[in-house]
């Protein structure tokens, strides 16, 4: 990041005050992905840093935090109980007990500033911090806030967003961070080395097919059963199951069709994402921004349970002509046959897709959200 003033620098910053930055959230990639990316780009900003991650101890990010190389510690996870039970009862000493956790944290870490991306562990974080007068910064990823990030939104100015819809108070556009290996991603150049290193054929029409890390049952049985058409359109198709979701035949064996790849997981979606021509896939907001900062055109199957954020988080791709949209339930055999063949032969709209949705990409959200963590420690 280049310098602004002589005074003002990250670097130099971090250099005379020992910047010491705590950043909370958890519990799904969603939360998890942009709290990694925002790290590293407060690390580059400022090397001297100190940075440690919060979550609690049932949730991924026990796994992919300390796997990125960060700090890790942990807080009692403190669910708000839907329904009138006896856990609502509970809640008040369970809320304050993991209040009292998070200022020990943001003690020991000697914070400067506390950074949340949402998922339960950032409520008490955020009480802590206003408590302590840890400046707090805020990154929003869905289109419907969750409720932590709504009310820390109430104790700062610097809260950034992923979507222009979302409504969150101080909220500005930032995009979503996201790794730079999907940020600076040149589809058309990593296009070769990628199919060639996922065992695809360089010149046939590719389909990519992905319910995320978890698999999506709904997508794989009906892709499993539209495999005929695909291999007589010669299109080529790499499946993403997801891991533990294999698909099979009546006879236990792995689905074959000519031009079929199946795995369970590709470690990298880039070159899955350099790779296609077209991406089926759920419509999360990290997957849709994604597809956005790289340019790819996009069929998005909505999770069909849930508050509906995942058709909002597609709204503005489609609406700019840049993906379809296709209800959980609609997804046929027959839907795929009439709307998606059809599209994978159109190598032109295909490219007015990319076009479209390459323009609606942002792709320096990490960079953005560091430098408002440093603002936060000036100001």
Same mark, same amino acid.
């Given at each position: 990041?280049?310098?602004?003033?002589?005074?003002?620098?990250?670097?130099?910053?971090?250099?005379?005050?020992?910047?010491?930055?705590?950043?909370?959230?958890?519990?799904?990639?969603?939360?998890?992905?942009?709290?990694?990316?925002?790290?590293?780009?407060?690390?580059?900003?400022?090397?001297?840093?100190?940075?440690?991650?919060?979550?609690?101890?049932?949730?991924?990010?026990?796994?992919?935090?300390?796997?990125?190389?960060?700090?890790?510690?942990?807080?009692?996870?403190?669910?708000?109980?839907?329904?009138?039970?006896?856990?609502?009862?509970?809640?008040?000493?369970?809320?304050?007990?993991?209040?009292?956790?998070?200022?020990?944290?943001?003690?020991?870490?000697?914070?400067?500033?506390?950074?949340?991306?949402?998922?339960?562990?950032?409520?008490?974080?955020?009480?802590?911090?206003?408590?302590?007068?840890?400046?707090?910064?805020?990154?929003?990823?869905?289109?419907?806030?969750?409720?932590?990030?709504?009310?820390?939104?109430?104790?700062?100015?610097?809260?950034?967003?992923?979507?222009?819809?979302?409504?969150?108070?101080?909220?500005?556009?930032?995009?979503?961070?996201?790794?730079?290996?999907?940020?600076?991603?040149?589809?058309?150049?990593?296009?070769?080395?990628?199919?060639?290193?996922?065992?695809?054929?360089?010149?046939?029409?590719?389909?990519?097919?992905?319910?995320?890390?978890?698999?999506?049952?709904?997508?794989?049985?009906?892709?499993?059963?539209?495999?005929?058409?695909?291999?007589?359109?010669?299109?080529?198709?790499?499946?993403?199951?997801?891991?533990?979701?294999?698909?099979? /035949?009546?006879?236990?064996?792995?689905?074959?069709?000519?031009?079929?790849?199946?795995?369970?997981?590709?470690?990298?979606?880039?070159?899955?994402?350099?790779?296609?021509?077209?991406?089926?896939?759920?419509?999360?907001?990290?997957?849709?921004?994604?597809?956005?900062?790289?340019?790819?055109?996009?069929?998005?199957?909505?999770?069909?349970?849930?508050?509906?954020?995942?058709?909002?988080?597609?709204? /503005?791709?489609?609406?700019?002509?840049?993906?379809?949209?296709?209800?959980?339930?609609?997804?046929?055999?027959?839907?795929?046959?009439?709307?998606?063949?059809?599209?994978?032969?159109?190598?032109?709209?295909?490219?007015?897709?990319?076009?479209?949705?390459?323009?609606?990409?942002?792709?320096?959200?990490?960079?953005?959200?560091?430098?408002?963590?440093?603002?936060?420690?000036?100001?």
């Amino acid at each position: 990041m280049p310098p602004e003033d002589p005074s003002g620098t990250p670097a130099q910053m971090s250099a005379r005050t020992g910047l010491s930055v705590v950043l909370a959230g958890g519990g799904t990639a969603g939360h998890i992905s942009p709290l990694l990316a925002i790290a590293r780009a407060v690390a580059e900003a400022a090397p001297d840093a100190s940075l440690l991650a919060v979550g609690t101890a049932t949730g991924m990010e026990t796994r992919l935090v300390p796997a990125a190389g960060l700090e890790f510690a942990t807080i009692d996870r403190v669910p708000l109980p839907r329904r009138p039970t006896l856990d609502l009862v509970r809640l008040p000493g369970r809320l304050a007990h993991a209040v009292r956790q998070a200022e020990s944290v943001l003690e020991r870490a000697q914070a400067d500033v506390l950074v949340g991306v949402g998922g339960y562990v950032c409520t008490p974080m955020y009480l802590a911090a206003r408590r302590r007068r840890v400046p707090i910064v805020i990154h929003e990823a869905n289109t419907r806030p969750g409720l932590a990030n709504r009310v820390g939104a109430l104790f700062t100015r610097w809260v950034g967003k992923a979507f222009e819809a979302t409504k969150l108070r101080h909220a500005r556009l930032v995009g979503m961070p996201m790794r730079r290996e999907v940020s600076a991603l040149d589809r058309a150049a990593a296009r070769p080395a990628a199919r060639k290193a996922l065992g695809l054929d360089p010149d046939r029409p590719t389909l990519v097919v992905t319910g995320g890390s978890s698999g999506a049952a709904s997508i794989n049985a009906t892709l499993g059963a539209s495999l005929g058409a695909l291999a007589a359109a010669r299109i080529q198709t790499l499946h993403i199951t997801g891991r533990g979701k294999a698909v099979t /035949g009546g006879d236990g064996r792995l689905l074959e069709a000519p031009g079929y790849h199946q795995v369970e997981y590709v470690d990298g979606m880039e070159n899955a994402y350099a790779a296609a021509d077209l991406i089926l896939c759920r419509s999360g907001a990290g997957t849709v921004c994604e597809v956005a900062a790289v340019g790819l055109p996009a069929v998005f199957v909505p999770l069909p349970i849930g508050n509906g954020e995942q058709a909002l988080n597609a709204r /503005g791709l489609v609406e700019a002509g840049a993906a379809l949209l296709v209800r959980d339930s609609e997804l046929t055999p027959d839907w795929l046959t009439r709307e998606v063949l059809p599209l994978l032969g159109d190598p032109g709209r295909l490219d007015e897709m990319a076009r479209r949705a390459q323009a609606l990409g942002v792709r320096d959200a990490d960079r953005t959200m560091a430098q408002m963590v440093m603002e936060a420690a000036r100001g």
